[in-house]
């Protein structure tokens, strides 16, 4: 069980594109996901934390209006990286948690990653 | 500000060794402490820690958590090649934030 699906996987696209990463939660619902960024032989950097059905909440220096999270339903949060450019080439990697709301045993449940999207931007 | 701190951040090992990888922290309010590991792609879940004094094992992985010395091991015991990973350390905060703060990190490689 919780299995978080990634897509895609790898993307290759022109400066100035906007690109659109999804997360999903397939067996389970979750209220809240997370959306880190990676740079080779680094640790993971947390950039903002989506919630279902509200704004999300983005991490000190990230940009909001460059990276735009949706989380329209409790299994799928999206991540568009709107005009991009090389410097946001990186692995871009979603978690969640299982649990549907936010009760006492929510907090006791491990984050489950996707696969990840590497991006790279020519 | 909070913290995570592993070490060391590469280890180089023989097959059949014994590892010890460590992770310290320092946060405001500690909830629980999580291992992955993480190969090509994103981390795989090993291991939640809570409780100080309280081994989790699983196979040759196992590790502890020390809340007086807010500190953690993990310990592979006779290592395989397929150990070789980045092993991640996080710390999460209390509250439902449900935020991790991540370690650098320790790359282990594993010789035949």
């Known amino acids: 069980g919780a299995v978080v699906s990634q897509h895609p996987s790898w993307v290759i696209c022109k400066s100035g594109t906007s690109v659109k990463i999804e997360c999903r939660s397939l067996?389970?619902?979750?209220?809240?996901m997370f959306w880190y960024r990676q740079f080779p032989k680094q640790s993971l950097m947390l950039m903002a934390t989506?919630?279902?059905?509200?704004?999300?909440?983005?991490e000190q220096g990230v940009e909001k209006d460059k990276f735009l999270i949706n989380h329209a339903s409790l299994t799928l949060s999206t991540l568009t990286v709107t005009s991009a450019h090389p410097e946001d080439s990186s692995f871009y990697i979603c978690?969640?948690?299982?649990?549907?709301?936010?009760?006492?045993?929510?907090?006791?449940?491990?984050?489950?990653f996707g696969d990840g999207t590497r991006l790279s931007i020519l | 500000e909070d913290k995570v701190v592993q070490s060391p951040l590469s280890l180089v090992v023989h097959e059949g060794d014994t590892v010890t990888l460590n992770c310290s922290y320092e946060?405001?309010?500690?909830?629980?402490l999580l291992w992955y590991k993480q190969e090509k792609k994103a981390p795989t879940f090993l291991f939640m820690l809570?409780?100080?004094?309280i081994e989790k094992k699983s196979g040759r992985l196992s590790s502890i958590l020390d809340k007086k010395e807010l500190f953690s091991i993990l310990n592979i015991t006779a290592t395989q090649t397929g150990d070789s990973a980045v092993y991640l350390c996080?710390?999460?905060?209390?509250?439902?934030?449900?935020?991790?703060?991540f370690g650098q990190g320790t790359t282990l490689q594993v010789k035949p």
């Open positions: 989506s919630n279902e059905g509200s704004k999300a909440t983005y």
């Open positions: 978690s969640a948690r299982d649990g549907a709301g936010q009760g006492a045993g929510w907090g006791n449940q491990p984050q489950h």
């Open positions: 809570t409780s100080s004094g």
């Open positions: 067996d389970f619902q979750a209220t809240t």
């Open positions: 996080a710390v999460g905060p209390s509250g439902n934030t449900g935020k991790l703060i």
């Open positions: 946060v405001t309010n500690f909830r629980s």
